[in-house]
């Protein structure tokens, strides 16, 4: 079956600009999770979804951004006024439950910020 | 906090040769165990897993590891490496109750010819 999509596979904008990253979960995954992976690093732990709602955005660097997942199935992750910090991987994975300890990964999408 | 760590950033082993890669997750609970290799600019692809039973796992590609509980350690081995090998390896564990998953920082293997 489908695993994990994410779009776009690249993402180049400019210093201050907004920018939206989609996730398409495995269908039926109740789990949802976004990691940043910045060069030469592991993946960080940013946000999860169980359903619609954030059980834990612990993760998320600061305040610019935010991630929704308003029908419990595609996910945003929204990053506003961009960095070049925010330069990096960005990976969703999905779990068919919060309790099932295997997350399946997408291809991710690597944002670039000049 | 909980960690894992890869203590080796480089490897660089001849084609044929064996290869192992180490992982030592902090002390604790034991985790759900997971390999990982990414290919640049790709995504993370799973090697293999451990949650529990034989201590030594089996995975694709011809990798292998196995977990000791008394070391913290789950390192990840392959008899005889291939050129296609060359690739950067992540190590990550996921502790009981919890769902996120905790990264090691990575190994880069190149392979020589």
Known sequence: ?114 | AQSVTQPDIHITVSEGASLELRCNYSYGATPYLFWYVQSPGQGLQLLLKYFSGDTLVQGIKGFEAEFKRSQSSFNLRKPSVHWSDAAEYFCAVAYPGTYKYIFGTGTRLKVLA
């Open chain 1, 1 to 114: 079956g489908a695993g994990v999509s994410q779009t776009p596979s690249n993402k180049v904008t400019e210093k201050g600009k907004y920018v939206e990253l989609r996730c398409d979960p495995i269908s039926g995954h109740t789990a949802l999770y976004w990691y940043r992976q910045s060069l030469g690093q592991g993946p960080e732990f940013l946000i999860y979804f169980q359903g619609t709602g954030a059980a834990d955005d612990s993760g998320l660097p600061n305040d610019r951004f935010f991630a929704v997942r308003p029908e419990g199935s595609v996910s945003t992750l929204k990053i506003q006024r961009t960095e070049r910090g925010d330069s990096a991987m960005y990976l969703c994975a999905s779990s068919s439950s919060g309790l099932d300890p295997e997350q399946y990964f997408g291809p991710g999408t690597r944002l670039t910020v000049t």
